[in-house]
Each structure stands twice: as C-alpha cells, then as structure tokens.
C-alpha cells in the first residue's frame, strides 16, 4: 500500500462544516460526527492556500514569487486581540457580520491564528481555521466573516493590489458586479457541469 503524502498546508489550514449552535463563536463549532473539507474542496470555491515560513516573512522567497505573480503590491499588518485593537468588541462583531468585498481579502498569518467562516455553494457555513504559517486568498464576491478562536489572538500580513480598500459590503448584497462575477466562475460553473454530467 503506498502512504499517501500529507499536504504540508494541513498542519496550519484546516477545513470543517460548521454546526447550528450559537455558542461563542470562537468555538470550533464541528458537527457531529466531524465534517472536514478539503483544501481541493475550498479551492473549487476559489479559496487559495500555501503555507510558507512565518519566521522568516522578510526574507521568503515563496512570498517574494507569490506577490510578484499575483501583483501584491500593498502589504501592512493587522494585530487583532483585546490589547491591540482599538474599540475590539465592536470590531469583532463587525469583523463576524456576514460581507463581502469587491477585491480579494488575502491574509497570511505570521502569529496566532482565527477562523475565516466561508459559505459554500449550498449555503453551508465552512470554517476555515488559519494557523501560524498560513496564507489564504477568499475571492471577490464570496460571502465570509472572521472570528478569533479562544486563543484571542491573530497577527495577519495583509496584501493587496494597488491602494487598498477595505470596504465590506453586509449581506445582502447580490446585485454587486464582483457578487455576480463569483457566482458566474465558482457556483453557476459547478451547477452547469453537473448539469452536463447528468446528461451524458
């Protein structure tokens, strides 16, 4: 039997779906039995992931390719625990309202770690748990929200195209050209060829 080659990104993105309860959201919130997703899974949603060298974000070569490539330009950090964050139990709330941007939100987590809540093409919540070492990318378009996990805290590079815009758009908000094109690449696609596939 051959041993299949873990992933080097599962030891800092992990995947689940999420259960109904409305605990603390800084909670895993599996189901039970456990779901996982996959970060094939994710990808088909359009959520990107590496994992690169956390210690040694100056230097990374990976990152230096990854930001060329994907025309990063714009890079700052973001701190988010009760001791760093002005007006923090306000802007956890804020950061957990179900939104969606117009451009890509792209973190990288060179401390600490959260939850990136995504919805999947049936509407399902997935948590997406970022580790130390982890990147993602979430799409345009794509309805999200962030939590901390109960450790309370995250160090995040942020990395943007050109001047960034933070600007999230609450839920509803389907009438937005970035809404429309996601569905069009990741959710109408997936309907289509399963559309095909069952007519073949």
């Not at 960034?164 to 809404?179: I, Q």
Request: glycine residues 4%; negative net charge; charged residues 35%.
């Amino acid at each position: 039997m051959v041993a299949t080659q873990k992933d080097p990104r599962e030891e800092v993105i992990q995947a689940w779906y999420m259960d109904d309860s409305d605990e603390d959201q800084r909670l895993p919130h599996h189901r039970e039995p456990k779901e996982f997703v996959s970060l094939d899974q994710l990808a088909e949603l359009g959520v990107l992931s590496w994992r690169l060298d956390a210690d040694n974000y100056e230097t990374d070569e990976e990152l230096k390719k990854i930001r060329e490539e994907r025309g990063y330009s714009y890079m700052d950090f973001c701190e988010v625990c009760p001791e760093k964050l002005p007006n923090y139990e306000e802007k956890i709330k804020n950061f957990f309202e179900e939104h969606l941007h117009t451009d890509e939100e792209i973190r990288y987590a060179v401390g600490g770690s959260g939850y990136f809540d995504v919805r999947d093409r049936n509407e399902r919540w997935i948590r997406v748990w970022l580790k130390k070492g982890g990147m993602i990318v979430l799409p345009a378009g794509i309805y999200h929200r962030f939590t901390l996990d109960t450790d309370n805290y995250i160090k995040a590079m942020r990395l943007f195209v050109g001047d960034p815009v933070w600007t999230p758009f609450n839920r509803p908000h389907d009438h937005l050209p970035a809404r429309k094109e996601y569905l069009k690449a990741f959710v109408d696609k997936e309907a289509g060829d399963h559309a095909v596939n069952a007519a073949a």
